[in-house]
């Protein structure tokens, strides 16, 4: 599985920006699919990430950093995964990399199998 991430940039606080992340090569029926951060100086961690069941059911999660922020949503059919961040803060300037795992929820670096390379987020005050 190859991931694809894209759409950092610079952005003003209070801003939005929204991330993309492109899956190719093996696709899974269920899945998680989401996002961690690393800020300078600090280590990866986690953001937001959806889980599909193979079906049409899908629950969403997120760090209680981003909640009522950030807004994670996915596109099966174009197997890519989308992070909406708005109302940006100086402190989510960081590389943003996407991460995967084939059936079980990704809340900790150890339970991600995939990642994207990153993608730079800065939020300037």
């Known amino acids: 599985v190859q991931l694809q991430a894209s759409g950092g940039g610079l952005v003003q606080a209070g801003g939005s920006l929204r991330l993309s992340c492109a899956a190719s090569?093996?696709?899974?029926?269920?899945?998680?699919m989401g996002w961690f951060r690393q800020a300078p100086g600090k280590e990866r961690e986690f953001v937001a990430a959806i889980n599909w069941d193979g079906g049409y059911t899908y629950y969403t999660y997120y760090a209680d950093s981003v909640k009522g922020r950030f807004t994670i949503s996915s596109d099966n059919a174009k197997k890519t995964v989308y992070l909406q961040m708005n109302s940006l803060k100086p402190e989510d300037t960081a590389v943003y990399y996407c991460?995967?795992?084939?059936?079980?929820?990704?809340?900790?670096?150890?339970?991600?199998?995939?990642w994207s390379q990153g993608t730079l987020v800065t939020v300037s005050s």
């Open positions: 090569g093996r696709t899974f029926s269920s899945y998680a």
């Open positions: 991460a995967m795992h084939p059936n079980r929820e990704i809340r900790r670096l150890e339970d991600v199998r995939y």
